[in-house]
């Protein structure tokens, strides 16, 4: 060889399946194996590793005796045997003799006793009494082959396809299935006629055979094939009641429609059902979080089919609804299941009250604790856009879309949906990197800008101690930022810690003059506080020590509901006192700059009697 010949491709490795058999055809020697053609067959194709093989077989002496038979008239049963060629267990002479016979032929093989049933470590069973150590002859009809489907590695089940169904998704439990079905023995008998109308059934509820189930969980919709079951997966069912006696059945099967039905809360509540009609590449086509989609549903109360209170084809001018999935524009168990559906899907949605209509607007005619029905057609839907290759700008302005869409969330005070929003886009910034200068300062103000804002959403929704958590981030990055001073003190006041919001609110005006006006309104306020808590206080401790001794005392909280209340908690700016109801913040940026809330019940207590009390687990105190 020379040194510009390519090098010889190596060997195949052989599985171990392939190693024996071909250790096993060691055996077969120069007469051995014998085949004499009765009646020729048709065509010209064979069987191969992974047909199903369908056969009569007749086993003589060489004298001609009759030593076994499936033919009914040398004393079998009527019914043909069935291999798999490459699975199924069986003789060297059949594995050897079978793949050289064709379809509907007639063949004598000729066997000597170690390829038969004298075979060492023969992998089949004699019956009794068999002369396994003779030379014998084997009478084979080939009456059909074809590519089978293994169902069970035991061979109980095999499928034949008759005809290819459409799309690819096949049904499993507990899918819905409409089918048309016939049964038949081994030997032809039908013992299960079909009908007009499908059977209808749910798989694994034991509605039908097992081995029927698994049968048609391979099936795609509108295939036809014929179902290959033994006893051992013949279960009892109302689709079949009477198996007594029965060897083997032969269910012909086809596949009508099958409905895909998903418990979405895994309480039976929420449920989808979706008739699969084959497209779709599911899971890659179905919408991402903020993926625009575009729908057509019909709602109505679950047991009342004629009371629609919403059709888009009728009350929309027959335009779809649009809608971004993530902003909370349709009720949660609308949207979990449309983010489940395929373009082109019908789907049917049974929902009950609490991820209905409870806790979403309710139309007029749909009364509270009302399960729903929907009927939803998914036209189709766009993806969020793929920051990949985009340019730096390109970036800040898709960034920008997400981020205004979190502040309409926010202003129709939907805080949870907001938060999320500016979280997604700050994850996303993780995978941002600024080239120069320039962009590095547009990408910090606006992370800076995106983490006040999921503070503001935190502070609306009375987690403040998140809020000064989202706070502190921006601070961490650059201690003198006004505007996360300015929301952490308010953070801090709504808490109660009134020493920390003082001193936020103080280091504002010290590292920009120009936010003195609003600084000046937040210490007012904060004093006002104060004093209210004081004078609240005083009010609860009124007396405390005026008792005689051995005489107890109790000191209590106000309840929520009591005279005294704190004020709205709304700061006062210098703009408020001009009276013109809006607040200049210190900066350009006006993303819920200086938003703030109402005090939670904490906070309007004094604040000293409110750390002791915390501190020892205790809202109310008895002193002696």
């Known amino acids: ?42 065509g010209d194709a064979t069987p191969a590793d992974g047909d199903q093989v369908i056969l009569h077989c007749t086993i003589r002496t060489m004298e001609g005796i009759v030593v076994n038979s499936t033919r009914r008239e040398h004393g079998g049963k009527g019914i043909p045997l069935r291999f798999v060629l490459g699975k199924s267990k069986m003789i060297l002479g059949f594995a050897e003799g079978f793949p050289t016979m064709l379809k509907g032929e007639i ?40 590519k089978a489907k293994v169902v069970t590695e035991d061979l109980g089940v095999v499928k034949k396809i008759v005809d290819e169904g459409k799309g690819w998704e096949t049904p499993r439990e507990p899918y819905e299935v409409t089918a048309r079905i016939t049964a038949r023995t081994a030997d032809g008998k039908e013992i299960l006629p079909s009908k007009e109308v ?53 269910f012909e099967v086809e596949l009508v429609q099958f409905t895909q039905v998903r418990d979405m809360l895994g309480d039976g509540r929420l449920i989808k059902r979706r008739v699969v009609d084959g497209s779709g590449e599911f899971p890659m086509d179905c919408p991402l979080h903020d993926s625009l989609l575009r729908v057509h549903y019909k709602g109505m109360l679950l047991d009342e089919p004629k009371s629609v209170f919403y059709d888009t084809q009728i009350d929309n001018d027959g335009e779809p609804l649009e809608f ?43 009364p509270e604790g009302a399960h729903v029905r929907w009927e939803i057609e998914l036209l189709g839907f766009e993806v969020p856009k793929d920051w990949t290759g985009l340019t730096f700008k390109e970036i800040m302005e898709e960034a920008d879309k997400i981020k205004n869409t979190g502040n309409r969330l926010f202003k129709e005070g939907k805080f949870e949906l907001a938060k999320a929003k500016y979280e997604k886009l700050l994850r996303e910034y993780n995978h941002v990197h600024p080239q120069d200068d320039e962009e590095g300062k547009i990408f910090a103000n606006s992370r800076s800008s995106l983490h006040l804002n999921v503070a503001a959403c935190y502070q609306k929704m009375g987690e403040y101690r998140k809020s000064i958590e989202a706070c502190n981030k921006v601070l961490d990055a650059n201690p003198v930022h006004v505007k996360a001073l300015y929301r952490r003190g308010m953070s801090y006041m709504l808490g109660g810690d009134f020493g920390d919001a003082k001193n936020d609110f103080e280091k504002m005006v010290t590292v920009d003059k120009s936010s003195e006006p609003d600084a000046t309104a937040a210490l007012v306020k904060l004093k006002q506080k104060e004093q209210e808590i004081e004078k609240k206080a005083r009010k609860q401790f009124k007396g405390l020590f005026d008792k005689k001794p051995g005489e107890i005392s109790e000191v209590g909280v106000e309840s ?51 750390r002791i009390f915390s501190s020892l687990g205790m809202n109310r105190c008895t002193i002696l």
């Open 1 to 42: 060889m020379s040194h510009d010949d390519p090098p010889p491709a190596p060997a195949k490795k052989k599985s171990p399946a392939e190693e024996a058999a071909e250790k096993r055809r060691e055996k077969l020697t120069p007469g051995s194996l014998m085949k004499a053609v009765i009646r020729s067959g048709r």
């Open 107 to 146: 063949a004598m093989f000729k066997m000597e006793p170690k390829i038969h049933y004298a075979e060492d470590d023969c992998p089949v069973t004699p019956p009794d009494g068999f002369p396994k150590d003779d030379e014998l002859q084997f009478e084979v009809e080939m009456l059909d082959f074809f």
């Open 198 to 250: 499908p059977y209808f059934f749910t798989l694994g509820k034991s509605e039908a055979p097992k081995g029927l189930e698994m049968g048609i969980g391979t099936m795609a919709r509108k295939e036809k094939a014929t179902i290959y079951v033994t006893n051992t997966y013949l279960t009892e069912s109302s689709v079949m009641p009477q198996l007594e006696g029965l060897e083997e059945v032969h």
């Open 324 to 366: 971004c999935s993530g902003e909370g524009l349709v009720p949660e168990g609308f949207e979990m299941c449309v983010r489940l559906m395929l373009p082109g899907e019908k789907s049917i949605v049974t929902c009950p009250p609490d991820f209905a209509y409870d806790k979403f607007p309710r139309p007029a005619n749909v």
């Open 560 to 610: 929520k509901n009591g005279g005294d209340t704190a004020g709205s908690g709304e700061a006062v700016t210098s703009r408020d006192r001009n009276g013109s109801g809006k607040s200049s913040p210190p900066s350009a940026e006006s993303d819920h700059a200086f938003d703030e809330e109402r005090p939670g019940l904490i906070g309007r207590i004094w604040p000293s009697a409110r």
